[in-house]
């Protein structure tokens, strides 16, 4: 038996709870704890035997991990090469599910939602991560500079921004062409998981490196992410694609500070 939690942000506890399965499938029982707001969304996720509340004393395990431990044991133990395939792996028979998911019944109730508030293909927008970060500076973008976007034809931009950087939003010229959400979403059911179910009704999300880039990528939502010249660790220094996300484009800021190349290319892909 053993017990795992997050070790820091709530993007990694999305990326890295995929951990769970590959110790399931070595014969372990596995219990995740996190914080209840969490525990909705992780209740998908696969290969977790108990959920277990952070302000709870769990039972008697034997052994226990932060993910990023686990994941650093099970790379020592595997090697690389056969860990690649262990990583990467969803334990779904299609990548568009993605590995995690809530249920029909929400993700068809924000899909009436969309359909009576938007017309084109919808592409949901996130620019600004937690401006406490240490790199938040490199890594988050100005709405201002997705304008471009809001041109392209036949698209429907969605506002994905809560929290931090959403008030952005009350100074924006173009913000008549985002759609902006109710304010309950992701307020009843747990952190998360109203924006999981509007994901799902996402032609497309284009984001910065936040935890919705990989919310998006764990749903199997097609996700274009803009990175700064100097990467976190995880997107490595080179490439369009990532084995963490099958869904995912990776887009490189070529020049420290400089997004109009990355804009340029988004609106390409678009």
């Known amino acids: 038996t053993i017990l795992i939690y997050p070790e820091q942000g709530l993007g990694d506890a999305i990326q890295f709870v ?28 696969p290969g977790i035997d108990q959920l277990v509340l952070d302000t709870a004393i769990p039972s008697a395990i034997d052994y226990h991990a932060s993910m990023i431990d686990a994941l650093d044991v099970l790379y020592h133990e595997t090697g690389q090469i056969e860990w690649g395939t262990e990583l990467f792996r969803c334990d779904t028979a299609n990548v568009a599910t993605g590995y995690l998911t809530v249920s029909d019944a929400l993700i068809a109730y924000w899909k009436r939602w969309l359909d009576q508030n938007t017309t084109g293909k919808r592409v949901g927008i996130n620019w600004q991560g937690n401006p406490d970060h240490h790199a938040d500076l490199y890594r988050s973008v100005p709405l201002e500079l997705l304008r471009p976007l809001s041109t392209i034809r036949g698209i429907e931009l969605v506002n994905l921004q809560f929290g931090y950087g959403s008030e952005q939003l009350d100074r924006c010229d173009f913000i008549d062409r985002i759609v902006r959400l109710p304010d309950h979403v992701d307020t009843d059911g747990g952190a998360f998981t109203d924006t999981t179910a509007i994901l799902r009704n996402l032609e497309c999300v284009v984001t910065s490196d936040t935890a919705i880039a990989h919310l998006a990528g764990a749903v199997g939502t097609p996700v274009i992410m803009m990175l700064g010249r100097v990467p976190d660790w995880r997107w490595l220094l080179e490439g369009t694609t990532t084995p963490w996300y099958p869904t995912m484009t990776l887009v490189r800021q070529q020049t420290l500070g400089c997004w109009d190349d990355v804009i340029a290319n988004v609106c390409e892909l678009l």
């Open 18 to 45: 995929r951990v769970a399965s590959a110790l399931k499938r070595r014969g372990a029982s596995v219990r995740l704890q996190c914080s209840a707001r969490m525990l909705p969304l992780f209740t998908s996720a």
